[in-house]
């Protein structure tokens, strides 16, 4: 029973990382992963700095232990030099002292000596263990490099595919015939638009077959030709100027326009006064009153 409950666990647990890895964001887990390699990287600094502070620590160690042997090397010689003179001079109880002091010194010296080379044991050592750290540290800084390289790379991969998955869901979009929900496809909307201007023509064409559209066309060109027509008089009249108007070279008076001339001022326009309308009478009459 137990090893059936310990199998469900492993299989509930399993099937939720996946399920997790499924629905986690690439840039997420991608920054998680550059957070532990930076992580790591640090750990790895901190060793290799403790194994070279121990290298430095064992120089300096060995730098006093070498004073302290030269020291204690020159204070048994001086020792059996004075042991010497001593003996020289007949001084028997000097010189056994001396000898004791150099025995002494002797002593210590050994005993320097042993804790040097132990030392110089040691420092070979953490020479080989900081050369191994150093190479530890270019070689991760330079996969930490290449993992940030990586991460740049993964993601504009990751940029180019979310686009082209929109750009797959809006193909697919557009060529499916009925897409999901409310939204028209864009060939429903176009064959209303043509129904709705094919109509428009239809209706437009009918208008134009009637009588009364072709009334309407026959007064509007009507219109035109009289337009026409009117300018090219007043245009007559410009080009033939004021001394071609009214007989004898007499001038007219402002704002009247002398009988038989079609000209109009370009000024301000005046009413005409009442001898020049019983003269236009006169005119107009003049034709059909004289008879025989």
């Not at 690439?26 to 502070?53: F, K, N, S, W, Y």
């Not at 740049?152 to 697919?172: G, N, P």
Request: proline share 4%; no cysteine; glycine share 8%.
């Amino acid at each position: 029973m137990a090893n059936v409950v310990r199998r469900a666990l492993r299989y509930l647990s399993a099937s939720a990382n996946r399920k997790f890895d499924e629905k986690a964001d690439p840039r997420v887990q991608i920054d998680q992963a550059i957070t532990e390699g930076r992580r790591q990287h640090e750990a790895l600094r901190q060793q290799a700095a403790l194994v070279l502070g121990n290298q430095r620590q064992l120089e300096m160690r060995m730098a006093r232990q070498i004073e302290n042997v030269t020291m204690l090397t020159e204070s048994a010689r001086s020792a059996l030099a004075f042991a010497d003179n001593a003996r020289v001079s007949g001084d028997a109880a000097a010189a056994a002292q001396y000898e004791q002091t150099a025995q002494a010194f002797a002593g210590e010296l050994v005993a320097g000596e042993s804790s040097l080379d132990d030392m110089r044991t040691l420092h070979q050592q953490a020479v080989e263990s900081s050369e191994l750290a150093r190479r530890a540290v270019d070689d991760n800084t330079e996969r930490l490099r290449r993992q940030l390289a990586e991460r740049a790379r993964l993601l504009t991969q990751i940029e180019h595919a979310a686009m082209r998955e929109q750009m797959s869901k809006a193909m697919e979009s557009m060529s499916e015939l009925a897409p999901a929900g409310d939204t028209p496809t864009l060939a429903e909307v176009r064959e209303k638009v043509e129904k709705r201007y094919s109509v428009a023509m239809g209706r437009h064409e009918l208008a134009s077959a009637g009588v009364e559209a072709r009334m309407l066309e026959v007064r509007r060109a009507t219109i035109d030709a009289r337009a026409t027509n009117r300018l090219a008089e007043l245009r007559a009249g410009l080009a033939a100027g004021p001394g071609a108007a009214g007989g004898g070279g007499q001038p007219t008076g402002a704002g009247q326009v002398p009988a038989g001339d079609n000209r109009v001022t370009l000024g301000k326009s005046q009413p005409p006064t009442p001898d020049a309308r019983e003269d236009r009478g006169a005119d107009a009459t003049g034709p059909a009153a004289s008879g025989p």
